[in-house]
């Protein structure tokens, strides 16, 4: 079973930073693209950043300049360093990952960790 589990959310004050890591574990083949969405209290949940295989990188503008998105494939790890938090930054930070898993023959499926929580106060 393939799952994705966040750490490093927290509380900090406006100005700082928190680096979030997002770890798949299970029988994995291969990853393709990995991101991080957040939600908001009372909203729908948007995409922050992401990451394909290859390393080419997609933010919101909300956080470009802010926050950077990377990966380390051999430890089937996805960052998100948070620089200049502001109290719009935040919500709930959930990690996505589109895998193939071993016992899937070739097809990807996209994968949702439980999310971590960034309290960021003014």
């Known amino acids: 079973q393939v799952q994705l589990v966040e750490s490093g959310g927290g509380l900090v004050q406006a100005g700082g930073s928190l680096r979030l890591s997002c770890v798949a574990s299970g029988s994995i083949d291969s990853f393709d693209a990995m991101g991080w969405y957040r939600q908001p209290p009372g909203k729908q949940r948007e995409l922050v950043a992401a990451i394909t295989a290859g390393g080419s990188t997609n933010y919101a503008d909300s956080v470009k300049g802010r926050f950077t998105i990377s990966r380390d494939n051999a430890k089937n790890t996805v960052y998100l360093q948070m620089n200049s938090l502001k109290p719009e930054d935040t919500a709930r930070y959930y990690c996505?990952?589109?895998?193939?898993?071993?016992?899937?023959?070739?097809?990807?499926?996209?994968?949702w960790g439980q999310g971590t929580q960034v309290t960021v106060s003014s």
């Open positions: 996505n990952a589109d895998i193939e898993p071993e016992w899937s023959l070739g097809d990807e499926y996209d994968y």
